[in-house]
């Protein structure tokens, strides 16, 4: 492969949802994106053009604020940058992976649990389906959920460990930890390797990712931007075939 070719993980919603994920995608001409119940990651080409960017405002909606996670270029004239913050992409480079006895397997019955957790700890966006996105483990005390981890983003051969979160009382007891190992296992389990995204200033999170055993892959970027106050034409959003 050349130096210079690109990688799956360099624009991974892009590469789940025409891969593994392509069941969810909804696309406008180059623009792809998942259910807004599921996830708000969407997928921008690897270099879009004036039509990309005008079927992703119509896809999105006029005057929305849009999720560019990973986007690294300039937006055109007309859209206004709502926030940014600097990321960081870790990969497994020698996990001590393993299952753990306490860690039960989530289902849909314990989502509303789950977006409560979400919402004292917020470990990042998680929607109302987005357990369909692969297997979510938690950990229960007094039947109580207090610690989850699952998959997001699911590139051919990788998948992103992802809303890995505990409850306040219970931090600092290696749940999380735990749990990492845990989503890690399965994932290697079936032939991928794991991967994660982080805030560049989550010094505490990058340290202890380190320490498990991933390494720094790239740095990236989260950032949203808000389209223009302009009706979009009628051509709708339609599933991928």
Known sequence: MPADAPH?????????????HAHFAERRGRVLRYPVDVSPWLALPDAPDARDWADLAALSGPGAEIPLPGYRGEVPDGWEITFRVEGVQFV??????????????????????????VARTQPGPFEPRTIELGTYLGIRRGGALIAMAGERLHPPGWTEI?????????????????????????????????????????????????????RLR?????LAARAPERPADDRAAVPVA
């Open 218 to 222: 790239r740095r990236t970027a989260f």
């Open 162 to 214: 992802s809303a890995v979160c505990t409850d306040p009382a219970f931090r600092g007891k290696g749940l999380g930890t735990r749990l990492i190992l845990a989503v890690a296992h399965g994932i290697r389990e079936r032939g991928e390797t794991p991967f994660l995204h982080t805030g560049a200033h989550n010094t505490h999170a990058i340290r202890l990712y380190e320490s498990l055993g991933f």
């Open 8 to 20: 799956v993980l360099d624009n991974p919603a892009l590469a789940s949802l025409t891969g593994p």
């Open 92 to 117: 497994d480079d020698g996990l001590a992976a393993a299952p753990d006895a306490e860690a039960v397997t989530l289902g849909p019955a314990d989502v509303p649990e789950m977006l409560d957790l």
